[in-house]
């Protein structure tokens, strides 16, 4: 009966079902990733802001996608180390769904900023002469400002309708940070309404974001293969291969995750699948935008020379 029914008050957050033998080798192993997501991100951050030749419109989208980076990882791993160390692996239930909200909100963001990036790269190859004229500090910046708002707006609906449902346990989640689809497995009610709502706010995200990259380089691909030198083709595209790297290994794995029916949830498969966009992508995007990357590489050697000039001006 009704008042037979107790409200769950904390979440206990299982992890990875298949690898709880290994604490101290996965608490060892993600620190190490946190540590370099941090500090390659930070590193990418600072740089840009720092460094006025890197004050242009597709560093700058960089240099948001970092800061999301690494507040992205900050909202999962930390509890995950604590977990691992130390076994702290509950979570109150106001945590467990403002964990959710941010986690949601940043990975839409990311969506919606991957888009934005891709329509600058086609700008600045399709309609080069005009790049400038078109890709305005102003319109940059209200375009980075959009992609926050909408992003943080995208989750809102899916999150309320998930507060509304009662949770009256069990209070296990199988999963190693408080996800909708986990959430929605431990609450006792009918479940259509939260499906429906989140399957569309899901859809709404990544669909469109993959639409736009999608023409965007459809468009990018076509105007390459006009360039009749082989080089000129190698050296447009290479201007836009790390973007498009990021997308393949962080919209795909969220696409398979949230678009799909509840039903088909799979704690092992979705944990798995989630560690691609939520650990495995903050750590590559610094070595992907840095590592073959002359603009990233001409502005660490200024920097470097010029802390080597006061330090030999001040000895």
Known sequence: SNATITHVTEFIIFGFPSLQNYHILLFCVLLCIYLFTLSGNGFIF??????????????????????????????????????FLMNLNTISYTACFVQMYIFLSLGATE?????????????AICSPLHYHIIMTRQLYIILAMAAWCVGFAAPLAATIVALKLPYCGPNILYHYYCDID?????????????????SFSGAVVTLLSFAVIVISYTKIILTILRISSKGGRKKTFSTCA???????????????VYIRPTALYSSDVDSLVAMLYTVLTPMMNPIIYS??????KFA?????????????LVT
């Not at 660490?300 to 006061?310: A, D, E, S, V």
């Open 46 to 83: 600072c740089l840009v802001i720092f460094d006025r030749h890197l004050h242009t419109p597709m560093y700058f989208f960089v240099c948001n996608l970092s800061f999301i980076d690494m507040t992205y990882t900050s909202v999962t791993i930390p509890k995950m180390l604590a977990k």
């Open 111 to 123: 969506c919606y900023l991957l888009a934005v990036m891709a329509y600058d790269r086609y700008i």
């Open 182 to 198: 986990p959430l929605l497995s431990l609450a006792c009610a009918n479940l259509s309404l939260n499906i429906a709502v989140g």
């Open 242 to 256: 790390s973007h498009f790297t990021v997308v393949s290994i962080f919209l795909l794995p969220i696409m398979f």
């Open 291 to 296: 590592m073959r990357n002359k603009d990233i």
């Open 300 to 312: 660490l050697q200024r920097k470097i020379g010029f802390i080597c000039t006061r330090s030999s």
